[in-house]
């Protein structure tokens, strides 16, 4: 089974990230997680970016807050599908992130979840690696029924309490 390559700027984003690492784990999906920075470690950045493929990684994600470039920096670099989750850091909440991984200009795609998405984030990649691995598009089948009938449980105890 191919790996996911999970990437943070800084180790102040592992709080969020680690919801990433949590989600692959639960549908049995091997991982790395890294700590380079477009910014303060740009030459590790590349060279994990270069050599991903060949050492058997699928997808790459690559989260990062303020000015962040640490997704197009890695997408740059490999054909691997890249995943970036703007973190929410610094004065502005995240939409500085938000915007500087999403508008990627055109030939260098990154698929950009929501500020701090770090669960979807890995979802993706798993529906990624389900396009030809169907134990984990089984895996994915069932955590959606078991999310559905948590919520449905949700809407059960709800009704109970307000309609009468
Ligand atoms: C980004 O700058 C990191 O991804 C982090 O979200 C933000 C702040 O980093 P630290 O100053 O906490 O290391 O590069």
Do not use: W, Y
Request: glycine letters at 8%; one cysteine or more; proline letters at 4%.
């Amino acid at each position: 089974m191919k790996k996911i390559a999970v990437i943070m700027g800084s180790d102040s984003d592992l709080p969020v990230v680690s919801k990433a690492a949590d989600t692959l784990k639960n549908l049995g999906i091997p991982f790395e997680m890294h700590v380079f920075s477009a910014h303060r470690t740009p030459e590790e950045a590349k060279e994990f970016s270069v050599n991903a493929r060949r050492n058997g990684f699928g997808a790459i994600i690559a989260a990062a807050g303020m000015a962040a470039h640490l997704a197009g920096a890695i997408a740059a670099n490999t054909t691997l599908p890249v995943i970036g989750i703007p973190m929410k850091s610094g004065n502005l909440g995240g939409i500085d992130a938000l915007l500087s991984t999403v508008q990627m200009p055109s030939g260098i795609p990154v698929a950009t979840v929501a500020v701090d998405g770090a669960v979807n984030a890995a979802l993706l990649c798993a529906e990624i690696l389900a396009v030809t691995d169907d134990e984990i598009a089984a895996k994915l089948d069932a955590k959606r029924a078991s999310d559905t009938a948590k919520v449905l449980e949700k809407n059960k105890a709800v009704e109970e309490q307000f309609n009468i």
